[in-house]
């Protein structure tokens, strides 16, 4: 069974890098914002079985692209998102809001330095240019640098987990965080850095896509598959 996974979050690369150790079929497409030509041509060429779609939760165009392909062309589709920030000790302190516009409007009223914290690097793209008072930080370094706004760059330094949040809200002297509920691990070290230093904290809330069969990990992905690789053995019997 040859499974199309979708996204290029931290869920999405941790479930291409399980399929490398277990050896199965499977295409990683990391564009999110495929067209439904794209898909059919990729559902076509490579034979594929089912759709995972590991986008984060903001594509939501792309999620009903992806949706009504898999429609058209009868395949399985499972959305899998990790679980939401609100999960993290003093989120309820936070300042939850709407849209990006309304995050970037927090921004624009805020003296001090800020710090976004932002993984897909695009969503910054939403937020606009903030000035050179801002830090941007995201998971990897980026194929072109002209997606990410002109703010102080902090790619490396999100490797070293809680350390490498810690010592870069410090040296940018940040007073404000600005982040995304995309539930990026790397994402939540500088949300809970925020807490440790006792920071502001803006947070751009999920959109309700309706979406109906989600799961949040790895596990629980190959859980779905193996169950339609059973369901495909019994009809075949």
Not at 181 to 207: H, M, N, Q, T, W
């Amino acid at each position: 069974m040859t499974t199309l996974i979708i996204g290029s979050t931290t869920l999405a690369n941790q479930l291409a890098m399980a399929y490398e150790y277990s050896e199965p079929d499977y295409v990683h497409l990391t564009a999110e914002d495929s067209d439904a030509e794209t898909l059919a041509s990729i559902f076509a060429g490579s034979a594929i079985d089912a759709v995972v779609n590991a986008a984060e939760p903001y594509a939501e165009e792309s999620s009903i692209t992806v949706a009504a392909a898999c429609g058209l062309a009868g395949l399985p589709l499972l959305r899998a998102v990790p679980p939401s920030f609100s999960r993290i000790d003093g989120s309820s302190r936070w300042r939850w809001v709407e849209s990006f516009d309304v995050a970037r409007e927090a921004a624009a009223g805020f003296s001090g330095d800020l710090l976004a914290a932002l993984h897909p690097p695009r969503l910054a793209a939403r937020l606009g240019d903030l000035g050179g008072r801002t830090a941007g930080v995201h998971r990897r370094r980026l194929p072109t640098e002209s997606l990410w706004p002109e703010w102080a760059r902090e790619p490396e330094r999100t490797r070293h987990g809680l350390a490498g949040a810690l010592a870069v809200i410090d040296e940018h002297h940040a007073r404000l965080v600005i982040a995304a509920d995309s539930g990026d691990e790397d994402v939540a070290y500088f949300l809970v850095a925020a807490e440790l230093r006792e920071l502001d904290v803006v947070v751009v809330r999920r959109p309700d896509t309706g979406e109906r069969e989600a799961v949040s990990d790895v596990s629980s992905v190959f859980a779905w598959l193996n169950g339609l690789g059973d369901a495909c053995g019994r009809a075949a019997r």
